[in-house]
């Protein structure tokens, strides 16, 4: 069965610190994966999303996402966090095919300190 | 354009009580999702409608639970009769097709605690 794995469970950043939450997930086909956000208060929404191609996705608000095949991986980055990124983050993969059933992680909650 | 709306946006009952939650999807978009998300885990998909059909109900503890979308539009979720475990946030998303690559957009879920 699939599986998606959030290792850090809550993380506390300053602002203008850098930024990485692992991800992996066990499935050995192709993928779909995506991160989502919530931020207090409202509902989760879209960050970004991985189909194929580069490996190396873009999202809002300044973040980023690597895929990284070899390792299961799709880590979140952002270079300089603000105030505002203080949020839960979920990483999801599907598996495509007849569904879009999401798998998702646990969560990793965000306290940046201003 | 409109979001995912759902109501109520919270309720309490005791258990053994039945309580319903109502979705109203975007606008045009034929996958409706319900999902539970449990206090310190991430969502997990309960049920899954095309249209108007199942797709996926695997997850969905049918002794209890049920769920429709009359007319491919609106749907309910119904927990008959509640037990304190189902204590969470049930959340709803719609997506224009059930392609993997489709986002779900999610409403601001409806809070249970059972009693």
């Known amino acids: 069965a699939q599986s998606v794995s959030q290792h850090n469970h809550h993380v506390i950043l300053s602002e203008a610190a850098s930024l990485e939450l692992g991800c992996n997930y066990s499935?050995?086909?192709?993928?779909?994966l995506f991160w989502y956000v919530q931020y207090p208060g409202q509902h989760l929404q879209l960050l970004l999303k991985?189909?194929?191609?580069?490996?190396l996705v873009k999202g809002i608000k300044g973040f980023e996402a690597e895929f990284i095949k070899s390792k299961f991986s799709f880590n979140l980055r952002k270079p300089s966090v603000q105030w505002s990124d203080t949020a839960e983050y979920f990483c999801?993969?599907?598996?495509?095919?007849?569904?879009?059933?999401?798998?998702f992680g646990t969560g990793t909650l965000l306290a940046v300190q201003p | 354009e409109a979001g995912v709306a759902q109501s109520p946006r919270y309720k309490i009952i005791e258990k053994r009580q039945s309580v319903a939650f109502w979705c109203n999807p975007i606008?045009?978009?034929?996958?409706l999702y319900w999902y539970q998300q449990i206090l310190g885990q991430g969502p997990k998909l309960l049920i899954q409608?095309?249209?108007?059909?199942?797709?996926?109900d695997s997850q969905l503890p049918k002794d209890r639970f049920s769920a429709e979308r009359l007319k491919g539009v609106d749907s309910t979720l119904k927990i008959q009769p509640a037990k304190l475990e189902d204590s969470a946030v049930y959340l709803c998303?719609?997506?224009?097709?059930?392609?993997?690559?489709?986002?779900?957009?999610f409403g601001p879920g409806t809070r249970l605690l059972v009693l």
């Open positions: 998303a719609s997506s224009q097709s059930r392609q993997g690559r489709e986002t779900q957009y």
């Open positions: 499935y050995g086909g192709t993928v779909n």
């Open positions: 991985y189909f194929s191609g580069d490996p």
């Open positions: 999801a993969v599907n598996a495509g095919g007849a569904t879009n059933k999401l798998i």
């Open positions: 606008s045009g978009h034929a996958t």
């Open positions: 409608f095309q249209n108007n059909g199942v797709v996926d």
